[in-house]
């Protein structure tokens, strides 16, 4: 009923950028909190950036603050991550994340719930 599809992963080198998008898709009224988490190999997935609704209320993980930056269009039901200073330890699969999603279900009621995308892998180089 809702979906999230990312893009704009790949491989970079130490020091470049990437810009992360994703879009929701589906009968949405409003999404609370959009956001970006990692899984590295052999790591459990760990919270990259979130923001709120009203675009002031953002979270960063402190291994990436000054360097990542959040945003989205409410508009578009869409979360950007722009990823500055790539470094290898940034390598991971990249999630996003929609909590607090209300939405028609198919019967035609408002309902709530929370998703994920796929993910889109990140690899920087050394």
């Known amino acids: 009923q809702v979906q999230l599809v990312e893009s704009g992963g790949g491989l970079v080198q130490a020091g470049g950028s990437l810009r992360l998008s994703c879009a929701a898709s589906?009968?949405?009224?409003?999404?609370?909190?959009m956001g970006w988490y990692r899984q590295a190999p052999g790591k459990q997935r760990e919270l990259v950036a979130t923001?709120?609704?009203?675009?002031?209320?953002?979270n960063y993980a402190d291994s990436v603050k000054g360097r990542f930056t959040i945003s989205r269009d409410n508009a578009k039901n869409t979360v950007y991550l722009q990823m500055n200073n790539l470094k290898p330890e940034d390598t991971a699969v990249y999630y996003c994340?929609?909590?607090?999603?209300?939405?028609?279900?198919?019967?035609?009621?408002?309902?709530?719930?929370?998703?994920w995308g796929q993910g889109t892998q990140v690899t920087v180089s050394s």
């Open positions: 994340n929609a909590a607090g999603v209300i939405h028609l279900s198919r019967s035609g009621a408002y309902t709530g719930g929370d998703y």
């Open positions: 589906g009968r949405i009224f409003s999404i609370n909190v």
């Open positions: 923001m709120m609704i009203n675009g002031m209320s953002t």
